[in-house]
């Protein structure tokens, strides 16, 4: 009797192997935006819902809305301003861009599907238009990346090994948005959006150098005790430096 259940729970256990690995390789896509190939499970349509879910319970961790009006439009024009010279304009993608009222941490982020948050303590930090730019373009890159919908992707597959084959839970997937379970994005994924940042910079007539200075900007709130890069899930500041550079200059020379 036991060596029948064990059978059982192999085969039902190599099942669900099977299922999550025949769904992975189903779900490789190539990014429109991006040109790289990567495992995709929601639409723009989905990653747009999942966005304006979570949002709200995002801005309550931080604070809520920073109640200067006029600090509030200036980061919408400038977010607009990026899109709206820049391929981001051609994309399914709904872009808001809001400024939160937490002068503590000093953070930036994108929800799937367009929702762009910059804390107080970081707009407080930058000198110009220019670096704001710089740091909502980056977050704009995070969107077209499509790095939260990789990330959930992910802990789906890992989810589908461990628990079983499930579908969906909208209102799972918002919680751990809201927890930062899923807006980790990797090394790779910061890289390839401060690249995309330069890109919309330049395209929206900002001097993409200000990137470094946020780069410096963060660097320094890091302090001199900074987790090493190999510990992180962030490139470290002065790599991304290097890599802002030579982005610079390539789409200099493109252009």
Known sequence: MRR???????????????FAFIRRCSQQETNPYTGRTQAISFTPEQEIAIGLQSAPGMA????????????????????NKLVNNSLAKDTPYKYEFHLLADENTIN?????????????????????EDQLAGVLGHEIG????????????????????????GAFDMGAIASQIGNGTLLKNGREDELESDE???????????????MIGVMEIL???????????MQSTHPDPENRIE?????????????
């Open 108 to 128: 930036a982020f994108a929800l799937p599907g367009g929702q762009i948050f910059i804390t107080q303590a970081l707009f407080s930090q930058l000198e110009n």
């Open 142 to 165: 995070h969107v077209l990346g499509k790095h939260s919908n990789e990330r959930i992707t992910d802990s789906k597959y890992w989810q589908t090994l461990i628990m079983g084959a």
């Open 243 to 255: 890599k802002i550079r030579e982005a610079i200059a390539k789409y200099k020379n493109a252009s």
């Open 60 to 79: 309550q961790q931080h604070g809520g809305l920073h109640p200067r009006n006029d600090y509030q439009a200036l980061v919408e024009n400038v977010g």
């Open 196 to 210: 995309l940042g330069v890109l919309f910079m330049l395209n929206a007539g900002y001097n993409p150098e200000e």
């Open 219 to 229: 660097k320094a709130a890091a302090g001199p005790n900074r987790v090493p890069e």
């Open 4 to 18: 029948g259940n064990f059978k059982v729970r192999l085969f039902i256990g190599i099942a669900i192997v099977a």
